[in-house]
Every structure is written in structure tokens, then in C-alpha cells.
């Protein structure tokens, strides 16, 4: 009897041994790399997050001006919440492990003593029961822990990207706005200049108090431009640094200006190619949040999985060791089995199939509101480009620079001046009307980057268009964790 037990328990014994061996590494690095490479294959840059952030600027010194790439750089290794969010991976990574791992087996002892040692021996029991139910359920853990480990792969590399959208968009508003602080500046020179000649033609009785006053309350107008402008562009500074993880940094530093906007014939505005249905093509087979959303549903359906299948709760195998008073020893099988009778799981699988529907609606969420900003987005990017360059050339009536044109309509109005046809509070107009299409030139020109930043983050980081797919087949620019689900979980 005790030969054929063993040779029934040893081959349940190696099975459970086996599953339990198969576990996979806590080792993160492998998933923190796959973020870190989609992050530079839809950014362009790479990110070092195997390795602790700096305490001091390795790419940039903190004087010499700063330029978007060294800035970009800087803050996907540095800054706090985005290496905060690789921390989730290696979380993730140890719930995927931890969904392999079968529960440890119980083993109890049992040993009684009789009230009168004359009338016999002492009793001795040992037992050791394995739950069963996890056997089953493993592969449904694993599969649910994997997808939600991909989940948050996809999560932590579109706020990687958002950290990138909003690095280029804080460094692009630094850029012009240094741009507009000169503008400003090169206005009031100017203007106080033509102050000192009314004041000159006051003296000389050719100019009365109220054409100084005038001239004087243009001046204090454009200084008060020039301080406002110039907090605006110290805040703008500080975030920058703050997304750098150096928020703390001096600020006496400039943006690099590498854009050759001046020399264009047009405005950056997103390719020909890149219509408003690619745009929605864009969101639905590259965007991270919708794929990490949809590896969620796949989670859930998995949970609901499990549920299905664990109906029958705690079923337990081990065998058990006894010695009796007289000392016989016996040796058997225990087998553990719950009866079913006030809970047989229907409630965890109710609420597994409530959140299954619940992720898979989430997702369509994620999915129309990113349909949603990259339409507008697009609109934008492409209303902002025509609006800037429209503006150029409309004031300048053909491809001729805004700045030289202006220039000479101020020189103009200083020998209108001398001719006698205007007055020097005119040629102040002449003035603050270049100081105005200027700003207003710099304005759109900030509008159309920032636009076509957004765009780029609103399709998931890269407007190329994606090859159309065969009939029947899945999208070929989809990666292989992006499959979408077609019916709800659980129906």
C-alpha cells in the first residue's frame, strides 16, 4: 500500500515542483530598456533609466546657451516623476513573477500526551497538503500580471513622451520669448530717441508738452511691455529647469537659437501627406496611452478568466504520517476538497466581469478622447502655420524679410520726417506699429510650434504616415501588444 501511494503521489509531487520552478526574473532592466527604446524610437532620444539621476548638468554647463536637444536629454534622465513611473515597472515586474509562484504548502504537526503515562504512549501526526486550484489558475495569473507589465511598459514611455512635448514647448517659449524682449527693447531705444527730438523741437517752440507727454507715455508703455516680458520669460526658465530635475539651477542663461525661421520661405506646418484621417489612422495604431489602455483589457479579461476557473476553492492533495500509542506508524493521502455551499465564486466573477466591461469602456474613452485632441491638434498646427505665414507675407506683399521691410519703413518715415511731410509723433507711429506686427509675427511663429509639438505628442510621437494595412490583416505599424479587442470581456 505505501509502495503504490508513492507511486502515485511522485509524479503529482514532480508536476508541482516543475510549475513551481518555472518563475520568471525580477530582473526589470529588460522592460525599462523596451520603454526606454520606444521612447527613442518615436522621440528621437534616448533615455538612461538604469542609471541614478545626476546631481549636476553632464550634457550643458548651466551657462552657455542652452539648446532643446541638451535639454530634452537632461530631463529624461533627471527629472523626478518620470523615473518615479520606471519604479512602476519594476513593481510590475515582480507581480508578474509573484502571478507564477504556486502557495507555499502547509504543513502541520500534531503531538498529544495521555493524562496517565501508565495507561500509554504519546501520539505523534505529521501532515503536508498542497493547494491544488493554483495549478490551474497559473496560467491565467501569469497572463493577466504580463499584461498589465506591458500595460505600464506603454504608460511610463507616453509620459515620457509628454515630457518630451513639454520640454520642446518650455524651451520653445523661452526662445521667443527672448526673441519678443529684443523686439521690445530695440523699441524703446528708438522710441526714446525720438523722444529727445520732440523735446529738442519743444524748446524751440515747433512742439507743444502734449506731443512730449505723448512720446514720453509711448516709452513707459513699451517698458512695461519689456517687464512683463521678462518675468514671463524668467518663470518659463524655471519650469524648464524644474522639468531638467535641476529646479533649484541659476537662471542667467539663454535658449539656443537654431531655427532658421527668418530665411523660410514659409511657416513649419505638418506634411502634405499628413491629412486629418491619417491623423486618426496615427492615434488608433501608435499612440502609447490607447495601447496601454488596451493591454489593460487583455489584463481584465484574463482576471475574469481566473475567476471562471476558480469555482472550486482551496482543493487541496498532501499525505499524512501518524504513530499511535503503540508505536505503529501510518502513512497515507489527504485530500482537501471545499464544499460549495455558501460561496461558489459567483460574486468574483460578477464583479471580474464588471471591470472587464469597465477597462474595455476605458478604453474606448482613451481611445475618442485621442482621436479627439489629435483632430484638434491638427487643426491647429495647421491654422497656426497658414496664420503666421500669411501674416509675413501679407504685410510684406512677397517673400521679402519682415524685419528689413519694417526697417525700411522706419528710415522712410525719418525722410519723410526731414522733409517736412509728417511730424516726429508720426514717425512715433511708424515706430510702435513695427514694434506691434513684430510681436504679433512672433506670436504666430510661437502659436505653429507649439501646435506642431502637440501634434507630434497627440499621434504618439512621429508624423510619418503609417502604411495601409490589406484587407483583413491588422495594421502593419501596430506593434504586436496593440491588438484591439472587438466584443467586451466576459459576454
Not at 526574473?25 to 524610437?41: F, G, H, M, W, Y
Amino acid at each position: 500500500m505505501q509502495q503504490r501511494f508513492t507511486h502515485v503521489l511522485a509524479p503529482l509531487t514532480a508536476a508541482i515542483l516543475l510549475a513551481a520552478g518555472g518563475c520568471a526574473s525580477l530582473n526589470p532592466k529588460p522592460d525599462i530598456d523596451r520603454a526606454a527604446a520606444t521612447v527613442q524610437e518615436r522621440s528621437g532620444y534616448a533615455a538612461d533609466w538604469t542609471a541614478p539621476w545626476s546631481d549636476h548638468f553632464e550634457t550643458w554647463d548651466g551657462v552657455a546657451p542652452l539648446a532643446a536637444d541638451q535639454a530634452i536629454v537632461t530631463a529624461l534622465k533627471n527629472n523626478r516623476r518620470i523615473r518615479a513611473e520606471v519604479e512602476s515597472i519594476a513593481a510590475g515586474r515582480a507581480d508578474l513573477v509573484q502571478a507564477g509562484l504556486l502557495p507555499n504548502p502547509v504543513v502541520s504537526l500534531t503531538l498529544r500526551f495521555p493524562f496517565d503515562p501508565v495507561s500509554g504512549g504519546s501520539f505523534v501526526g505529521t501532515q503536508a497538503v498542497q493547494t491544488l486550484t493554483a495549478l490551474w489558475l497559473r496560467d491565467g495569473k501569469i497572463k493577466a500580471a504580463d499584461a498589465r507589465l506591458n500595460s505600464t511598459v506603454l504608460d511610463v514611455s507616453d509620459k515620457a513622451l509628454r515630457l518630451v512635448a513639454d520640454v520642446k514647448g518650455t524651451h520653445a517659449k523661452i526662445l521667443y520669448g527672448q526673441r519678443g524682449v529684443t523686439i521690445t527693447e530695440t523699441s524703446i531705444h528708438a522710441a526714446k530717441q525720438l523722444v529727445e527730438k520732440i523735446e529738442k523741437q519743444r524748446e524751440a517752440g515747433a512742439a507743444t508738452q502734449l506731443a512730449v507727454n505723448r512720446a514720453r507715455q509711448q516709452v513707459i508703455t513699451l517698458e512695461e511691455e519689456l517687464r512683463r516680458q521678462r518675468r514671463e520669460l524668467a518663470k518659463e526658465r524655471r519650469r524648464l529647469l524644474e522639468l531638467m530635475g535641476f529646479a533649484s539651477a541659476a537662471d542667467s542663461w539663454t535658449a539656443a537659437d537654431t531655427t532658421t525661421e527668418e530665411t523660410a520661405d514659409h511657416e513649419p506646418a505638418p506634411p502634405m501627406a499628413i491629412t486629418e484621417d491619417v491623423v486618426i489612422r496615427l492615434v488608433t495604431t501608435q499612440r502609447l496611452d490607447v495601447a496601454a489602455s488596451r493591454a489593460l483589457v487583455e489584463a481584465s479579461d484574463a482576471d475574469l478568466n481566473v475567476e471562471e476557473r476558480n469555482r472550486l476553492k482551496d482543493l487541496g492533495l498532501g499525505v499524512d504520517f501518524e504513530r499511535d500509542v503503540d508505536g505503529k506508524r501510518t502513512i497515507g493521502p489527504v485530500l482537501d476538497v471545499p464544499i460549495p455551499i455558501f460561496d461558489s465564486n459567483q460574486a468574483q466573477i460578477a464583479k471580474a466581469g464588471s471591470l472587464a466591461r469597465a477597462a474595455l469602456a476605458t478604453h474606448e474613452a482613451i481611445l475618442q478622447k485621442g482621436i479627439r485632441e489629435a483632430r484638434t491638434a491638427f487643426i491647429d498646427a495647421t491654422e497656426a502655420a497658414i496664420a503666421a505665414d500669411e501674416f509675413r507675407h501679407n504685410t510684406l506683399g512677397g517673400r521679402e524679410d519682415l524685419s528689413q521691410r519694417l526697417h525700411f519703413n522706419e528710415q522712410n518715415a525719418g525722410a519723410a520726417f526731414q522733409a517736412g511731410e509728417i511730424t516726429l509723433i508720426d514717425w512715433l507711429d511708424v515706430l510702435r506699429e513695427r514694434q506691434s506686427a513684430l510681436q504679433t509675427l512672433n506670436d504666430l511663429r510661437l502659436d505653429a510650434a507649439l501646435a506642431r509639438i502637440e501634434l507630434e505628442y497627440a499621434v504618439g510621437g512621429r508624423l510619418e504616415v503609417p502604411p495601409i494595412a490589406p484587407v483583413g490583416t491588422a495594421p502593419t505599424s501596430a506593434p504586436p501588444d496593440q491588438t484591439s479587442p472587438t466584443s467586451p470581456p466576459g459576454k
